[in-house]
């Protein structure tokens, strides 16, 4: 299917067997937690607790900022001790405002809206669940962490039939999706329902790679119930697991450039998301917990984890035995789209799906040589781009160049940069490329405001001037008429008269 | 201008290297190699040990000179296979001076000059062997018979010494001459080229190679493991090597049914020469061939057509090099021409129709 369907992609080492017997265990609850205020694409949401404040489990700490933003809730009881400064799991190592919290021990929850139990039909409407899917704070777990409101919302701009359940986890290493489907495939198929019911729409497709059969199983086993739910087995290629190309290889439809999946019909979720929003529905809890794989060779005890948002990195390795050996780079997500951590003193959010720690033999990034031009990057490129022609651009400065032969439909999966023989940073020049062009995007748009504004000034100017000299003339032609008038009739004219007229 | 401090994923990356890549082409020549060290004997080894060390040389100099690092460039192993490729499409008893100016040029002129690595139009042991054809075209077409290792006729060390010295001319008993060769001058003489064939070893011994030819191109079976090698290992991909010599059986095919006294006939034509050397080795180098599959294949295509057209009705015998070089040329055109469809695009770059969405944005 994907040889016909979706050209390129690679095939990875996976390595996923590190971690993927090893059942979901709860982390034990640590002694602060941190919580940043943006945890997901868009307006860092607002902080509703001061220093002090004593917070429950599961309460709100920080509603979501207008427009697109995502609340965010206490994932323990406790204290505020602080709301500041603190630094992100970003590769910047860029601090952002983040509301921390000691924890009391007692795990005490807040008063949670009350869960919604009815089998479906559910006793609410569409737009209700949409409302409580955004107070709980859910946002895309597979990564982009886009608020999941948002996307269930897309319905009412667009004609959608089809809801795609992401269950690829194409990421070598990470193996918290494929644990989630083995162990609680009936919560994740019950949070497909509740999302295909808010979305109101008829086909759903659950997307599995061939890689987990024991999760192919469970999902299809827990869909029985649901015959109109279609799992699906697909080819283990990375990126399977991107969004347009799920949707490709599931539903034959090419998103078309620079539109959403939504222009051709189609949401995609990840299972993730799918079990959050039915906990969310069923027991009214926020999203305040998600499950990280903690793998790679520098790690003693690769671990799934069931961890409490706000964790430390660095409490979690401990947890998980330490590193060993002294691990060549720390990363959160997986090792093909995932980002450098600039400390293990940053906490898990809300996108986290892994932390790995990879030896210098698993990233194998040797020293940088000349494009030899062999095209492995065109074979492996699956948005149909020529990355070795773009990065020429890109070297020489010429932006525009580069995104007129296509950067802007990058998807930025790094399967050029991984079979590139010559070690050449590909990706890494396409996202350096897209964020310069998007700064000259913001910059030419200001430019443009100022023009318009000088332009309106001038025109303002212009008019003003125009009537001042029309005044000036009709004083004139005033004056004049008025001489004429005392040359015909030589009258007095009173000096009030003439005062106001000049 | 771009910062790799922190550089972005991904942060796995293949065993693939350019070394890698490099020493299997040259493991995959291994066996045409050997046949034809064999085959020749000491003049021959002492050839491929000029070019070898000549082409290291010149890089390290022209590295050296161009201030790039010599030890890590030098252990990608691209000068020794330009060097080597050089040595195959040789004549096997040329002098010293042959072999020694051809890697010269091969490095110096087809790589650096262009800018090394990566840079260059031109395949650099094709353009060597055309300076070379078209400089010294004596020394390019003398061919010896046969004399393997150990047989009567073989040369001694010190014999094969003052033959690569330039020192003594061939005995007479030893000079011969290619199955294209006889081909074009018996033809030239006005003698039917069907006549000729009948005296030319049959499809089955151009498979072997045990002919007069190039130092490394006489043994078809060999070269054709060697390639289908790099096939297996996806070094190379099938799309150039099947468009040559799909083309070049075709045309020859067809011409030879029109008209058999004037063309030959299509094992010849993919059997002898340097058509398999050439479809798999030479046309497949990444460097100086286009990057997309269907690039590829028009790319094949023009070889193939190209070196049946200069054979059957060019001046020269052999057509290979010559081929290659032309649609060398041509490589930025294609490249140009022939992109894969970007993802949600029609071909002429326009995005893909969607659905209405139901209101207007």
Aim: aromatic share 6%.
């Amino acid at each position: 299917m994907w040889s016909f369907r979706v050209r390129g992609g690679v095939k990875l080492q996976y390595h996923k067997e590190l971690s993927s017997e090893k059942a979901v265990v709860p982390m034990p609850l640590p002694r602060r937690l941190y919580l940043p205020l943006q945890q997901h694409i868009g307006a860092p949401a607002l902080p509703v607790v001061v220093v002090g404040d004593t917070v429950l489990k599961g309460q709100l700490i920080a509603k979501a900022a207008p427009g697109l933003s995502a609340p965010v809730h206490a994932s323990s009881s406790g204290t505020v001790v602080a709301i500041e400064e603190y630094v992100a799991p970003h590769p910047s190592g860029l601090r952002q405002k983040t509301i921390v919290i000691d924890t009391d021990g007692q795990d005490r929850w807040a008063e949670l809206p009350k869960p919604i139990t009815d089998d479906f039909p559910l006793g609410v409407t569409p737009a209700e669940l949409n409302s409580r899917v955004a107070a709980a704070g859910i946002v895309g777990m597979g990564g982009a962490a886009f608020p999941s409101a948002v996307k269930l919302d897309l319905k009412s701009r667009y004609q959608l039939d089809t809801l795609l359940i992401n269950g690829a986890e194409c990421e070598p290493y990470l193996t918290c999706d494929d644990r989630l489907m083995r162990e609680e495939a009936a919560a994740v198929i019950d949070g497909v329902r509740i999302l295909a019911y808010a979305l109101e729409v008829q086909s759903v497709v659950f997307a599995i790679e061939r890689n987990k059969p024991q999760a192919l199983a469970a999902i299809r086993e827990a869909a029985r119930v649901e015959p109109w739910i279609k799992v699906m087995a697909l080819p283990t290629r990375f990126p399977m697991g991107s969004e347009r190309h799920l949707v490709l290889a599931c539903t034959g439809r090419e998103t078309p450039s620079r539109k959403l999946t939504a222009d051709i019909g189609v949401v995609v979720h990840n299972v993730a998301t799918a079990r959050a929003v039915a906990r969310t529905v069923r027991s009214g809890e926020p999203l305040i917990s998600r499950v990280v794989t903690v793998s790679g060779r520098g790690i003693r005890e690769p671990a799934n984890i069931n961890v409490p948002l706000g964790t430390l990195v660095e409490d979690l390795l401990v947890f998980c035995g330490g590193l060993h050996p002294v691990p060549h780079k720390l990363i959160g997500g997986g090792p093909m789209m995932g980002a450098p951590l600039p400390s293990v003193q940053v906490p898990v959010v809300k996108g986290t799906s892994g932390v790995l720690a990879l030896t210098a033999d698993e990233v194998n990034d040797g020293a940088e040589s000349p494009c030899i031009r062999c095209g492995s990057c065109v074979s492996a490129c699956p948005c149909g781009l020529v990355p070795l022609e773009m990065a020429q651009l890109v070297r020489r400065g010429d932006l525009q160049g580069a995104q007129a032969i296509g950067l802007q439909d990058c998807v930025s999966c790094g399967s050029c940069s991984f079979i590139c023989p010559s070690h050449i940073p590909l990706s890494h020049y396409f996202n350096f490329a897209k964020g310069q062009l998007g700064a000259l995007d913001r910059d030419s748009r200001r430019q443009d405001r100022i023009r318009s504004l000088i332009q309106a000034r001038n025109e303002r100017a212009a008019r003003e001037a125009e009537a001042k000299k029309a005044a000036a003339a009709a004083r004139k032609a005033a004056k004049a008429a008025a001489a004429a008038a005392s040359a015909a009739a030589p009258v007095d004219t009173p000096a009030s008269q003439l005062e106001e007229s000049t | 201008m771009i910062t790799m401090a922190t550089r972005a994923g991904p942060f796995t990356h293949t065993v693939n290297s350019i070394s890698r890549t490099m020493l299997w082409v040259m493991a995959a020549l291994l066996p045409a190699t050997a046949y034809g060290l064999w085959l020749f004997g000491w003049p021959a080894i002492f050839l491929l040990v000029i070019t070898l060390a000549t082409a290291l040389a010149a890089e390290a100099l022209m590295l050296k000179l161009l201030g790039q690092p010599v030890r890590a460039r030098l252990a990608d192993g691209s000068a020794l296979l330009t060097g080597w490729l050089l040595a195959l499409s040789l004549p096997p008893w040329a002098p010293w001076w042959i072999g020694f100016l051809g890697a010269l040029v091969a490095i110096v002129l087809g790589k650096h000059l262009f800018g090394g690595l990566g840079q260059n139009m031109f395949n650099p042991a094709m353009v060597a062997r055309i300076v070379l054809l078209i400089s010294f075209p004596v020394q390019l077409t003398v061919w010896v018979a046969p004399a393997p290792l150990g047989s009567a006729n073989a040369p001694s060390f010190s014999q094969a010494l003052t033959y690569v010295a330039g020192h003594s001319t061939l005995p007479e008993h030893m000079s011969a001459a290619t199955s294209l060769g006889v081909l074009k001058t018996e033809h030239s003489r006005g003698i039917s080229v069907a006549k000729t064939t009948e005296q030319l070893p049959p499809p089955e011994q151009l498979a072997i190679g045990r002919e007069p030819g190039s130092m490394g191109e006489t043994s078809a079976g060999l070269l054709l493991a060697g390639g289908l090698l790099l096939l297996a290992l996806r070094i190379i991909s099938w799309h150039i090597p099947l468009a040559m010599l799909g083309t070049l059986a075709t045309l020859a095919l067809v011409s030879n049914a029109l008209d058999p006294s004037r063309f030959a006939a299509m094992p010849i034509h993919l059997l002898s020469g340097a058509t398999l050397l050439g479809a798999f080795f030479i046309a497949t180098d990444y460097v100086t061939s286009p990057v997309s599959r269907s690039g590829q294949l028009l790319f094949g295509a023009g070889i193939g057509a190209l070196t049946w057209v200069i054979r059957s009705l060019g001046a020269y015998p052999e057509g290979v090099a010559f081929a290659v070089v032309l649609m060398n040329a041509m490589v930025p055109l294609i490249d140009r021409g022939f992109r894969p469809r970007v993802f949600g695009r029609s071909r002429r770059g326009q995005s893909l129709d969607t659905k209405k969405p139901k209101i207007p944005l």
